[in-house]
């Protein structure tokens, strides 16, 4: 098993930045593809990227390519959700979660899941 940490998430104007860490625990995380997903009050969770176990795959949803980028550390257990020019539909709260088996965009796919950190952007 593995647990999750999220941080990195606070208030932010339109246009600014964050990066959002995620610190595994228990199993090695690189036993693990990494993904990160957001749910907005009154909307359904949500893919916004993900990271297979080497980093060597990576995948993006529509809207964020481009725009966030996401990385890894596995001698740090670690990942990364660098966040640019953000916008006020990007306010939501941020989950990562991690895959025994591949990387995906179902949040059904991912077996663990960190209890999130909020991202606000202000407009």
């Known amino acids: 098993q593995v647990q999750l940490v999220e941080s990195g998430g606070r208030l932010v104007q339109a246009g600014g930045s964050l990066r959002l860490a995620c610190a595994a625990s228990g199993d090695s995380f690189s036993n693990y593809a990494m993904g990160w997903f957001r749910q907005a009050p009154g909307k359904e969770r949500e893919f916004v990227s993900g990271?297979?176990?080497?980093?060597?795959?990576?995948d993006y949803a529509g809207s964020m390519k481009g725009r966030f980028t996401i990385s890894r550390d596995n001698a740090r257990n670690t990942g990364y959700l660098q966040m640019n020019s953000l916008k006020p539909e990007d306010t939501a709260l941020y989950y990562c979660?991690?895959?025994?088996?591949?990387?995906?965009?179902?949040?059904?796919?991912?077996?663990?899941w960190g209890q999130g950190t909020q991202v606000t952007v202000s407009s």
């Open positions: 990271i297979s176990r080497s980093g060597g795959s990576i």
């Open positions: 979660a991690a895959s025994a088996f591949v990387l995906g965009r179902s949040s059904h796919q991912y077996d663990y």
